[in-house]
């Protein structure tokens, strides 16, 4: 039996679970760990929390605590456990939450990430399902991180490009939330494994459709040649398998951002919807943030195909 | 020129990039490259495809998979292909019906029926289907000099066929070594469904 308190589970592929505590509070539980992307362990640290915090902003909640989960190698060296705790740490700290705790295990490999707990007012929820016909889409970071992240493990990326998918990667989804919270969200969700294009196929559900603006992407200008030099991810290309049927690409967009928008993100950036007359004035807003931003598309009644990139 | 790159174990993007330095390297002809895993295959023919170039799948198995991609000119081989190429759609077949190519000799029959089969091996766009009867079942069974040659073709794609009845005949059904055992009516049905019949 289903307990009427639990509002937000797996079952709409959602960021995080919500369960009501009274009518005008819910907590909000994320948890989310991985391998570094990055060589600097300090910078590992706060991708990884950036990027667990997330979730939580995702929904619309203002994160509380947090716990570390940590895997690590027990012969490594402890200093760079401490260099990946310290990054995680700030991370929180600046999201206004607790360090509460944390488990660590041995493992052959690194992994970090955190378990959030944020709270909400319940009627205020941002599910990740609800666009509506004539509602714009926007992106709160640039896109390309994947591509850059994975040239850079071959050697091939400038540090100009790491630098800028390094900075994006390490800002809070905060102040973009904050952002929209001032406005009627009918949908939101944070960009991340399953790229900008898989994650906007779980928005959009099966009542509406959407345009997308090819040559409006934000994106980090390097990944763009780096995809048209072939640097592509393996990931990426399975985004692009699962997403078979629902999107069409018009001919004149660039194989570049094709890839970009099937790129799968780390820590990326807010995806939301909002009514189509307020989309200027939220994308003013978030310019006053310094992150390449955008409107990105808008939705339309369901049509043949899910998703029209243009 | 024909080259090969091996990206077994290699994970995205290397594959690509490997196959990249290759294709720089060569002016012309055939890079086959093999892979371990389809999302790699998957990468490899989206760039062969943006490159404008050539090329085509094959799967081995599931962690062996190869694409072949033309280098050069191609566009002025195609036309060429065409012209040279009978005029016909539909399947080529190749039809062996003896261990031995032509008539003189037995012994030259069987040297020109080894260079026939190796050679069918080499060319870039191989028969759809070989059948084998009468004494050519011969060639399908162990010990035979093109038994390599027609495994190749087989491992390429080439559906290998063999007559059932001769093989019975000359007592070889156990000694079978590549392809399958077919019937009169296949033999008959892929004769009749051909673009073109290569007799040697």
């Given amino acids: 039996m289903k307990d009427p308190n639990f509002l937000v589970g797996f079952d709409k592929s959602d960021d995080a ?18 391998p570094p992307m990055v060589d600097d362990p300090y910078i590992f640290g706060q991708v990884a ?34 260099q990946v705790l310290q990054g995680g740490s700030e991370k ?32 205020k929820i941002y599910t990740n399902v609800g666009c509506k016909p004539g509602d714009v889409l926007l992106l709160t970071k640039p896109l390309g991180v994947g591509i850059v992240c994975s040239a850079n493990r071959v050697g091939e990326a400038s540090a100009e490009a790491m630098q800028q998918a390094v900075r994006y990667m390490t800002t809070l989804n905060k102040y973009a939330a904050e952002v929209v919270r001032g406005f009627p969200v009918h949908a939101c969700t944070d960009v991340t494994g399953f790229g900008f294009l898989g994650h906007l196929h779980e928005m959009l559900g099966s009542e509406t459709s959407a345009v997308i603006y090819g040559n409006r992407i934000p994106h980090i200008p390097e ?88 | 020129m024909k080259k090969t790159v091996d990206a077994t174990g290699l994970s995205c993007p290397l594959p690509v990039i490997e196959t990249k330095k290759a294709l720089k390297e060569m002016s012309r002809g055939e890079l086959e490259v093999i892979v371990d895993n389809t999302i790699a295959l998957q990468n490899l023919e989206k760039m062969a495809k943006q490159m404008g170039l050539d090329h085509q799948l094959e799967t081995i198995n599931e962690n062996k998979h190869i694409i072949r991609i033309l280098v050069g000119d191609t566009a002025g081989e195609e036309a060429r292909d065409v012209e040279a190429a009978p005029n ?51 060639l399908s069974v162990a010990g035979s000099d093109s038994l390599g040659d027609l495994q ?37 049905q892929s004769q009749m469904e051909a673009g073109t019949i290569i007799q040697p």
Avoid: W
Avoid at chain 1, 95 to 122: E, N, Q, R, W
Avoid at chain 2, 99 to 116: A, E, I, Y
Avoid at chain 2, 153 to 163: K, Q, Y
Avoid at chain 2, 167 to 173: D, E
């Fill in chain 1, 49 to 82: 929390a950036a990027n667990a915090l997330s979730d939580v902003y995702a929904m619309g909640a203002v994160p509380k605590t947090a716990l570390n989960i940590v895997c690590f190698p027990e012969k490594m060296d402890l200093n760079v456990l401490s």
């Fill in chain 2, 88 to 138: 016909v759609s539909g399947k080529t077949v190749v039809v062996l019906s003896s261990d031995t190519m032509g008539s003189g000799d037995q012994d030259l029959g069987r040297v020109l029926m080894k260079g026939f089969v190796f050679a069918l091996t080499e060319l870039d766009r191989l028969p759809d289907k070989v059948l084998l009867y009468n004494s050519g079942v011969k």
């Fill in chain 1, 223 to 310: 990944a763009f040649h780096y995809a048209e030099e072939f640097l592509i991810t393996g990931a990426a290309q399975r985004n692009r398998n699962f997403l078979e049927g629902f999107v069409e690409i018009g001919p004149d967009v660039p194989f570049g951002i094709e890839e970009i928008l099937f790129d799968p993100q780390t820590s990326g950036g807010l995806l939301v919807s909002v009514p189509g007359d307020v989309g200027e004035q939220v994308l003013e807003e978030l310019e006053k943030l310094g992150l390449p931003c955008g409107i990105v598309g808008e939705v339309i009644e369901r049509g043949e195909r899910e998703i029209v990139v243009r």
């Fill in chain 1, 92 to 123: 929180v700290m600046e999201a206004g939450a607790v360090l509460a705790g944390g488990h660590s295990i041995d493992d052959v490999d690194v992994k970090y990430g955190l378990s959030v707990t944020g709270i909400i007012d319940p009627r």
């Fill in chain 1, 17 to 34: 679970a919500v369960y009501r505590l009274t009518d005008d509070l819910a907590i909000v539980q994320t948890l989310d760990f991985f």
């Fill in chain 2, 152 to 188: 190749k073709l087989e491992e390429r794609g080439v559906e290998i066929l063999n007559c059932g009845t001769c093989l019975n005949f000359f007592n070889l059904t156990n000694e079978l070594a590549v392809g399958s055992v077919t019937n009169m009516y296949e033999i008959v």
